[in-house]
């Protein structure tokens, strides 16, 4: 079954420093997504990408946060300077239509400290 | 307001003792209700997408069925492997490219041997 591959699976940063989250998605998928998840709380959208570019963002995800999808296959989030609040886990998505096939990653569990 | 509400919070059963798991959401115009499963440190898993009222979907143990403002997962006869979190989430209104999932805070069920 396709699946959404995420690298690393943790990554430890120090505060203030750019952390690169990598996803692969679906192949023949067209729209790609990233969420948070902090330790005990709600899944949460942080941004969605399609045509490549934006289509919608969260006001979590201010100018701190970007996104890429540099070569067709990957698709990036960066934290240019990372606070302790940045803590949690990541989850990268990808879907067919924008309903079809809604799968989510294993996630990156980011640690700030 | 949640739009997603998750109940009860966290659930304990004996191996065999069926049960319930419910989602209301407060949207008008649903596009989809998603469930998905989660085990601990680990990206939500898709069981089933519902998209309108009256529509049950079934998957081994479990049952999915949607009304104009719940839904309910129903689990026949759970055994231990079972045990994780169960996430509800909404895809809303369109509005443009948006297909943003948003979640309730999930049901922790516990089947015990």
């Known amino acids: 079954e396709p699946e959404v591959t995420q690298t690393p699976s943790h990554q430890v940063t120090q505060m203030g420093q750019e952390v690169i989250l990598r996803c692969v998605p679906i192949?023949?998928?067209?729209?790609f997504y990233w969420y948070r998840q902090i330790l005990g709380q709600k899944v949460e959208f942080l941004v969605s990408?399609?045509?490549?570019?934006?289509?919608?963002k969260s006001e979590i995800f201010d100018d701190q946060f970007s996104v890429e999808r540099p070569d067709g296959s990957n698709f990036t989030l960066k934290i240019r300077s990372t606070k302790l609040e940045d803590s949690a886990m990541y989850f990268c998505?990808?879907?067919?239509?924008?309903?079809?096939?809604?799968?989510f990653g294993s996630g990156t569990r980011l640690t700030v400290v | 307001e949640d739009q997603v509400t998750q109940s009860p919070e966290a659930l304990r059963l004996q191996e065999g003792e069926s049960s319930s798991l419910n989602c209301s959401y407060t949207?008008?115009?649903?596009?989809?209700l998603f469930w998905y499963r989660q085990d601990p440190g680990k990206g939500p898993e898709f069981l089933f997408t519902?998209?309108?009222a009256g529509e049950e979907k079934e998957k081994e143990r479990l049952k999915a069925t949607l009304t104009k403002k719940e839904s309910f997962l129903h689990i026949t006869a759970p055994k231990p492997e079972d045990s994780a979190t169960y996430l509800c989430?909404?895809?809303?209104?369109?509005?443009?490219?948006?297909?943003?999932?948003?979640f309730g805070k999930g049901i922790t069920l516990s089947v015990r041997p």
């Open positions: 998505a990808s879907s067919g239509s924008g309903i079809y096939g809604y799968t």
């Open positions: 192949s023949n998928h067209l729209y």
């Open positions: 990408f399609y045509n490549n570019e934006i289509s919608e």
């Open positions: 949207v008008s115009g649903l596009r989809g």
């Open positions: 519902l998209y309108s």
């Open positions: 989430a909404v895809l809303l209104p369109y509005t443009g490219a948006n297909s943003k999932l948003t």
